[in-house]
């Protein structure tokens, strides 16, 4: 013989479960990875500009080349560039983490693509680095246009 059961048969609102909280997707805040993924390391790429301007005015012997200029323009100016597009690129970055903001998608392409020619310039004084921050621009400017092209294909 079975047993009787306590719980009621007909009632089965107690024994349902809440639905499950959806997960927040990339559509509802406007942000894709892609852009997220750009202004990090935008905001990392920013980072290492000012750390590099910093670095040839701090030790200007470093950087030298035999008639103590790199390419027309001397040491110091060159660390002032690179403090100067070191900060632009990483505020805007951050820019870009703050709300995905159409504005800094299209300046983080200019101030980007500034970025790589300020590297290939700086290419004889510091080879290796510039290859690595040239690099990184790259993978910014795919993430950014593929993330606004695929931003046009979705309207």
């Known amino acids: 013989m079975t047993e009787p059961s ?20 990339t559509t509802s805040t406007g942000m894709s990875g892609w852009v997220r993924f750009a202004g990090v390391v935008m905001v990392v790429v920013g980072v290492f500009g000012v750390i590099e301007g910093l670095f040839a005015l701090l030790t200007p012997t ?4 035999g008639n103590g200029v790199v390419v027309a323009v001397g040491l ?36 980007v693509g500034l970025s790589i020619l300020v590297q290939l310039v700086w290419l004889p004084a510091a080879p290796l680095w510039s290859i690595l921050v040239i690099a990184l621009d790259v993978t910014i400017l795919v993430a950014l246009a593929g993330a606004t092209s695929g931003d046009r294909q979705r309207a």
Request: net charge positive; no cysteine; aromatic share 8%.
């Open 6 to 25: 306590t719980e009621p048969r007909g009632d089965t609102t107690a024994r349902t479960r809440p639905p499950s909280t959806p997960t927040p997707s």
């Open 62 to 65: 470093y950087y030298l080349t």
């Open 76 to 111: 110091g100016t060159w660390a002032w560039v690179h403090l100067v597009v070191g900060a632009v690129v990483a505020l805007t970055g951050a820019g870009l983490l703050s709300g995905d903001q159409p504005w800094a998608r299209a300046v983080g392409m200019v101030i």
